[in-house]
T-cell receptor, first 116, second 108 residues
Framework: KAGVTQTPRYLIKTRGQQVTLSCSPI?????VSWYQQTPGQGLQFLFE???????NKGNFPGRFSGRQFSNSRSEMNVSTLELGDSALYLC???????????????FGPGTRLTVL | GIQVEQSPPDLILQEGANSTLRCNFS?????LQWFHQNPWGQLINLFY???GTKQNGRLSATTVATERYSLLYISSSQTTDSGVYFC??????????FGSGTRLLVRP
């Protein structure tokens, strides 16, 4: 079974530009989450989608947005890039069930974004 | 929200040594997981262990949910075990809350 895939793997942008990152979950997984990892702040939750609905959002400015498609693939967008947005962006998927038995999260390889 | 604390923050071992990494969480969490982050940044799943004990080769983990902690044991460490180990718990809002990690270096 294929794992979580993320594209692109590396990206270099300049301040003020916008960027779109893509994540394809494991087949059958309907929950997709996004995380930002920086040396100073560690791993921080961005948002989580389930069945095309955003269920939760982390403490990030409105420049960070996302969506999920009917095939569970997800994209996140960052507009008006700032130097501080340079980070590793990780996507995770899980099958998810309310009872908790299927909530193990699996991560993709990440997209490393550099803002110049 | 819940907080997750890991100790020690850094650990240096000689190859062949054993180690124990600890994860404390401030409130009830579901779905406690342990990860190893490789040098390229990918988080590799080690254990999904809401409670009890699991073993996988030289690694084992124990979670005592009632006392809000989890332990990761690494036996007969190898240089390939080097990297950063994270524990994380899923809170009630579907957020995976990570600890700050334990950076492990295994010397040959």
């Amino acid at each position: 079974k294929a794992g979580v895939t993320q594209t692109p793997r590396y990206l270099i942008k300049t301040r003020g530009q916008q960027v779109t990152l893509s994540c394809s979950p494991i087949s059958g997984h309907r929950s997709v989450s996004w995380y930002q990892q920086t040396p100073g702040q560690g791993l921080q939750f961005l948002f989580e989608y389930f069945s095309e609905t955003q269920r939760n959002k982390g403490n990030f400015p409105g420049r960070f947005s996302g969506r999920q498609f009917s095939n569970s693939r997800s994209e996140m967008n960052v507009s008006t890039l700032e130097l501080g947005d340079s980070a590793l962006y990780l996507c995770a998927s899980s099958r998810w069930s309310r009872s908790g038995g299927n909530n193990e999260q699996f991560f993709g390889p990440g997209t490393r974004l550099t803002v110049l | 929200g819940i907080q997750v604390e890991q100790s020690p923050p850094d650990l240096i071992l000689q190859e062949g040594a054993n180690s124990t990494l600890r994860c404390n969480f401030s409130d009830s969490v579901n779905n406690l997981q342990w990860f190893h982050q490789n040098p390229w940044g990918q988080l590799i799943n080690l254990f999904y262990i809401p409670s009890g004990t699991k073993q996988n080769g030289r690694l084992s983990a124990t979670t005592v949910a009632t006392e809000r902690y989890s332990l990761l044991y690494i036996s007969s460490s190898q240089t390939t075990d080097s990297g950063v180990y994270f524990c994380a718990g899923l809170d009630s809002s579907y957020k995976l809350i990570f600890g700050s990690g334990t950076r492990l270096l295994v010397r040959p």
